[in-house]
Nanobody
Framework: QARLVESGGGLVQAGGSLRLSCVVSGLSFSAGTMGWYRQAPGKQRELVAEISSGGSTNYADSVKDRFTISRDNTKNTVYLQMNSLKPEDTAVYYC??????????WGQGTQVTVSS
């Protein structure tokens, strides 16, 4: 059974940093694109960053130069390093795995709260 388990969220002051981790089990981690999404209260879920199986990355404009996504295929883990955090980064962050020929999977989410 496929599972995506996020960790690393928490409360941090503006300007601080957090690193999120997502451990994947029950499916082929090295295949497909891994992504981080977020959803703030009253807003739609939005893409934050994604990384392809080949290592190509894509970022939302709002997080470019502040966030870095990476993956370790030996540990079935994708990371999101978040620096220079802002109050508007406050949201539940979700890990996602998508593949053009396979089902899409989501984690349960981890809360990130940035205080001003």
């Amino acid at each position: 059974q496929a599972r995506l388990v996020e960790s690393g969220g928490g409360l941090v002051q503006a300007g601080g940093s957090l690193r999120l981790s997502c451990v994947v089990s029950g499916l082929s981690f090295s295949a497909g694109t891994m992504g981080w999404y977020r959803q703030a209260p009253g807003k739609q879920r939005e893409l934050v960053a994604e990384i392809s199986s080949g290592g190509s990355t894509n970022y939302a404009d709002s997080v470019k130069d502040r966030f870095t996504i990476s993956r370790d295929n030996t540990k079935n883990t994708v990371y999101l390093q978040m620096n220079s955090l802002k109050p508007e980064d406050t949201a539940v962050y979700y890990c996602n795995r998508r593949h053009p020929l396979l089902p899409t999977y989501w984690g349960q989410g981890t809360q990130v709260t940035v205080s001003s």
